[in-house]
């Protein structure tokens, strides 16, 4: 496949949310954005004769053959993203499975089991909080009631937004007979780090996911006015934010681990008053699961610590957490010996991690010049994707005969 018809198929999806003239995407599950994303994958795989269904849990799938056939092989990714986020996490699996499809019939594979390209929703957990949660849902590993309790930073419901889509949110929950039916799944993602570039080749194929976790710090304290009240006086939950992300970074430096804060919430979020309360999101991650506790140990220990010194209260609530994921599977060491390309681990999470625990799994990533994701600057060179499409192509084709 030429980079341009990969790109002609690419500009047809390209501009949907986004919002910055910076290239920054906004497209958060079941908004207006998230439905027109929704309904271009819907033609697109009707343009293909592909027979597209909505399960249980929101997630989109498109049919080469019969949905209900035994060992289908799955290829896909989500359309969701992360505020102002790049334009290839997610839509690059989606788009590349399409035209994976298109190259199936020009090559006059005829396979033997259905194949199917998926969307599934909520990957970022960027609206709900919780990452991967179609893919969870789909797999029993997140509770469907707890998922009726997700509400966003508006107060929206998750079963408001789904009901607004069209979809009964009292079906969520586990799908265990389309997962049994599923043979194999292989994720096609844009690299989120530079190790490609630094290789030089143009695709990859993954060797592990990271464990990861979010956990909510709520820190509590004493609103005062922030010009008569004494700095001797104060029980200010900021300060003891600041200590705590300043503890992240050290002990994430310290364990050879990786620890962010990126998103918090002040209240009142006044300029002239002392906060009372303040909520920090912490995303943290390392190279295995007992390093990622004693991580999130010592950054929760350095925040009650100084929260003591502060005259103010810290709770910590754990949002989601992901084991480590090993792709080493048959699919996966198909996938390095027939494309031939490095293996490597990603400390980024996907729904390739939540499926490899049920199905037997594979992760391709395309190359990503700049390194950088979950902002503007994500990218991949057409022609790269076009090897990327050739070489998920090549795997599927081996899979489905
Ligand atoms: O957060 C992640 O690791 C993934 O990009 N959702
Ligand atoms: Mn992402
Ligand atoms: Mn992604
Ligand atoms: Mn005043």
Not at 106 to 127: D, K, L, N, Q
Not at 282 to 301: E, M, P, Y
Not at 339 to 348: D, Q
């Amino acid at each position: 496949m030429g980079a341009e018809r990969f790109a002609a198929l690419w500009g047809s999806l390209s501009p949907v949310g986004r919002v910055g003239d910076d290239g920054g995407y906004v497209r958060h599950s079941w908004t207006d954005t998230d439905l027109v994303c929704r309904e271009w994958f819907v033609e697109e795989a009707l343009d293909r004769d592909l027979e597209v269904e909505i399960d249980r849990n929101g997630n989109l799938w498109a049919w080469w053959g019969e949905p209900e056939g035994e060992g289908a092989v799955v290829t896909g990714s989500h359309l969701d993203s992360v505020p102002h986020g790049g334009a290839y996490d997610g839509p690059l699996g989606v788009v590349s499975g399409l035209l994976a499809i298109d190259r199936l019939r020009e090559r006059g594979v005829t396979p033997s089991r259905p194949i199917a390209v998926v969307v599934f929703t909520e990957e970022e957990g960027a609206r709900f909080g919780v990452p991967c949660l179609g893919s969870r849902l789909l797999t029993g590993a997140y509770d469907p009631a707890q998922a009726l309790r997700l509400r966003d930073r508006d107060g929206t419901w998750l079963a408001d937004a789904m009901g607004r889509a069209g979809l009964d949110p009292d079906r969520l929950g586990p799908d265990p007979e389309r997962l049994a039916r599923i043979g194999a799944f292989v994720e096609l993602h844009v690299e989120q780090g530079r190790a490609l570039d630094h290789l030089d080749a143009p695709i990859g194929v993954a060797s592990s996911i990271w464990p990861h976790g979010r956990y909510r710090f709520d820190f509590t304290g004493e609103g005062n006015h922030a010009g008569t009240t004494r700095m001797a006086d104060r029980h200010d939950p900021m300060l003891t934010l600041a200590h705590t992300v300043v503890a992240a970074d050290v002990a994430a430096r310290t364990h050879g681990a990786h620890a962010t804060v990126g998103r918090v919430d002040v209240a009142p979020n006044a300029t002239n008053a002392i906060a009372a309360r303040a909520s920090a999101w912490l995303d943290a991650r390392a190279a295995d699961t007992d390093t990622l506790q004693k991580l999130v140990d010592s950054i929760r220990q350095r925040a009650e610590e100084r929260a003591r010194h502060d005259g103010t209260r810290v709770a910590v609530a754990t949002e989601s957490l992901t084991g480590e994921v090993g792709f080493n599977g048959d699919v996966s060491r198909l996938a390095a010996l027939e494309l031939n390309a490095p293996v490597l681990p990603t400390g980024a999470g996907h729904d390739a991690g939540v499926l490899a625990g049920h199905v037997d799994t594979a992760m391709l990533f395309v190359r990503n010049p700049s390194g950088i994701s979950h902002a503007p600057q994500e990218s991949a060179s057409d022609a790269d994707c076009a090897v990327g499409v050739e070489k998920l192509t090549d795997l599927l084709a081996r899979l489905c005969q």
